[in-house]
């Protein structure tokens, strides 16, 4: 049985309780970015990719790994019903992500389950699915909570903060996590070696749920049952929020078509092993770590339009970092790496921020609960598309003077292509 979280706060919150919640917001964030950087529920990651070829899937099967988090974005409508019922942010998201957090629980146990046969991998997609559904209730709950918690004219800079010790968290358990398992597959336990990653991951969370019952909530009404069909249609009445939206479903296109697939380029055709990889995700953090407080400050003075595109364009090239490499020359990589954590932070923190802005007042949690389900919805044509292109183009080879592309590296040239048609709309749209 799970604890309940304390009942919400009756009153409006004092400045000391603000300044409370914010610095307990920092520190959660930092113990949750353990779990996420090690089980991928957010972007994925090397062990989720690792994890799923070991347990049989097919370069399809990986696609589908990639429009998962569909499922997620499809339940914010549900977090967004039931906080409009009871009003308690906070409850939503303890209860939703501590539970989305534990199931990795069972599916860390699933290669141990030999009298499952085939069915492991489907077991594992059914249960990541419903992960994917928690955090997806707790997301939604957990954007209200912060924008209301969260000073306007402060937000770029406190996510930048923010981001910042989430990212010296996620540098520690990537590369533990890392040197762990090669490890472990040195000496022939592979499955043991993702067993205790993944543990550690469940330990995580139970930890950041704990700092979560400890924040203070701005208090809402509960406003009862609110049709769904209002949830989706009510935001979308703003033409500003819903030019948004549209934006988004075109970037999540042209950046999910490819992003499945890295890890496993990485993994089968770079032969790149586990800490090598994660070696190149640890530099992309480290650089966010000077850039992510830049852009958020850049943000907050000249404007996240200006800001968000010139880093779209800046992710323009990154995925020919991994067109280019090859297994004796992965300079490239580190290009990618190094830029990665330049323009990224910026593009992550300046969405959210026009989230925040552009979410009608008046239907703020079923604005933001729409633009994910909406959203959602590219991000599942991304990962469809892109698993069936991969299965095509498994065996694919094109050679254009010295540059030789193969197999889904044509899904990086693709997600390129596909990024620079979005710097235009985001620049009309913003």
């Not at 501590?98 to 009298?115: D, T, V, Y």
């Not at 139970?206 to 509960?222: K, N, S």
């Not at 919805?377 to 080879?397: D, H, M, W, Y």
């Not at 889904?408 to 710097?423: E, I, K, P, T, Y």
Request: hydrophobic residues 55%.
């Amino acid at each position: 049985m799970q604890p309940s979280s304390p009942p919400a706060i009756a009153g409006p919150l004092h400045p000391s309780e603000v300044r409370r919640g914010l610095r307990l917001s920092i520190w959660e964030g930092a113990v949750a970015t353990v779990h996420i950087s090690i089980t991928g529920t957010i972007g994925g990651s090397v062990f989720l990719t690792g994890f799923a070829m070991l347990l049989g899937a097919s370069n399809f099967q990986l696609g589908l790994l990639g429009a998962l988090p569909f499922i997620g974005q499809l339940f914010q409508f549900v977090g967004a019903y039931l906080e409009a019922r009871v009003g308690n942010r906070r409850g939503l998201v303890f209860s939703a992500a501590l539970a989305g957090r534990l199931l990795w629980a069972l599916l860390l146990a699933l290669p141990f389950m030999s009298f499952l046969g085939g069915a492991q991998l489907a077991v594992f997609f059914v249960g990541l699915a419903c992960s994917y559904a928690l955090n997806g209730i707790a997301g939604n709950a957990w954007l209200s909570w912060m924008s209301d918690l969260v000073p306007a004219g402060q937000r770029g800079s406190y996510f930048g903060v923010r981001n910042t010790v989430a990212a010296l968290a996620a540098m520690a358990s990537t590369f533990l996590a890392g040197r762990a398992l090669d490890g472990a597959r040195a000496q022939g336990q592979e499955l043991i070696g993702y067993a205790l990653i993944f543990g550690v991951a469940v330990l995580a969370s139970v930890g950041a749920a704990a700092l979560i019952a400890r924040q203070p909530e701005p208090p809402i009404q509960p406003k009862g049952a609110v049709p769904l069909g209002e949830l989706l249609s009510g935001p979308l009445r703003d033409r500003g929020f819903r030019t948004f939206v549209a934006a988004n479903v075109g970037w999540a296109i042209a950046t999910g078509v490819a992003t499945p697939f890295f890890n496993a380029y990485g993994l089968s055709t770079l032969k790149l092993s586990f800490s090598a990889l994660t070696l190149q995700a640890i530099v992309t953090i480290a650089v966010s770590l000077v850039f992510g407080p830049l852009v958020g400050r850049l943000q907050d003075t000249y404007g996240y339009r200006r800001v968000l595109v010139a880093c779209i364009i800046g992710t323009l090239p990154l995925p020919w970092g991994w067109v280019l490499a090859t297994p004796t020359n992965i300079i490239p990589l580190w290009l990618t790496s190094i830029f990665s954590g330049v323009f990224w932070p910026g593009i992550n923190q300046g969405m959210v921020n026009v989230l925040m802005d552009r979410a009608p007042a008046d239907h703020r949690s079923a604005a933001m609960a729409s633009f994910s389900a909406i959203t959602g919805v590219g991000t599942l044509a991304a990962g469809l598309v892109g698993g069936t292109l991969a299965t095509l183009i498994a065996n694919a080879e094109l050679t254009i003077g010295p540059v030789h592309i193969v197999g889904l590296a044509f899904l990086f040239v693709l997600s390129s292509l596909l990024r620079v048609l979005m710097v235009g709309v985001f620049w009309k749209t913003l």
